[in-house]
T-cell receptor
Framework: RKEVEQDPGPFNVPEGATVAFNCTYS??????FFWYRQDCRKEPKLLMSVYSSGNEDGRFTAQLNRASQYISLLIRDSKLSDSATYLC??????????FGKGTTLSVSS | SQTIHQWPATLVQPVGSPLSLECTVEGTSNPNLYWYRQAAGRGLQLLFY??????ISSEVPQNLSASRPQDRQFILSSKKLLLSDSGFYLC???????????FGQGTRLTVV
């Protein structure tokens, strides 16, 4: 069983659409959770941390469900510039950072 | 601010040649450091991580090795490269007071 799993997509949506990504993790002892964004041929950059109570940053909302061991990212009012690969990241026991394989989003006009 | 310097940005090496990739960290002390590899169109695979000088954990058995001779220096090495070693290598760090990681700009390695 893979440690962090994501639907690879691609998700092809028009501008203004709302899109949601899910991610599941297998290690119940995981402590911290993040969403990163990676543009083609670039390094990943932190999009947002994911807190148990859920958190929002502008058009982006992240949620964590520890009981079901999944994390979600909701993007509202999609922009062309949102096109990228979104990586789910789990921090296990404060040391290893495990990445999902990423979900590709393509926003078109 | 925390920064990772990673070099070189691109590298073309023949099969069987040695490899040494280095990254250094600024802006934090005693970071956790990580080496990842991303093959074309694939996800990030954790290769090694280190919680301190001389402490290396290997996640995937392979012909690569890592060393941490100084607190802010992390080196990825190979004695003999294989074609399958081609990929995008990323060094990442996480400060002791932070939960999220920051990345270097990566090294794109092509083994020919």
């Amino acid at each position: 069983r893979k440690e962090v799993e994501q639907d690879p997509g691609p998700f092809n949506v028009p501008e203004g659409a709302t899109v949601a990504f899910n991610c599941t993790y297998s290690n119940s002892a995981s402590q911290s959770f993040f969403w990163y964004r990676q543009d083609c041929r670039k390094e990943p950059k932190l999009l947002m941390s994911v807190y148990s109570s859920g958190n929002e940053d502008g058009r982006f909302t992240a949620q964590l469900n520890r009981a079901s061991q999944y994390i979600s990212l909701l993007i509202r009012d999609s922009k062309l510039s949102d096109s990228a690969t979104y990586l789910c990241v789990v921090n296990q026991a404060g040391t290893a950072l495990i990445f999902g394989k990423g979900t590709t989003l393509s926003v078109s006009s | 601010s925390q920064t990772i310097h990673q070099w070189p940005a691109t590298l073309v090496q023949p099969v069987g040649s040695p490899l040494s990739l280095e990254c250094t960290v600024e802006g934090t002390s005693n970071p956790n450091l990580y080496w990842y590899r991303q093959a074309a169109g694939r996800g990030l695979q954790l290769l090694f991580y280190s919680v301190g000088i001389g402490q290396i954990s290997s996640e995937v058995p392979q012909n690569l090795s890592a060393s941490r001779p100084q607190d802010r220096q992390f080196i990825l090495s190979s004695k003999k490269l294989l074609l399958s070693d081609s990929g995008f290598y990323l060094c990442a760090g996480k400060g002791p007071m932070n939960t999220e990681a920051f990345f270097g700009q990566g090294t794109r390695l092509t083994v020919v």
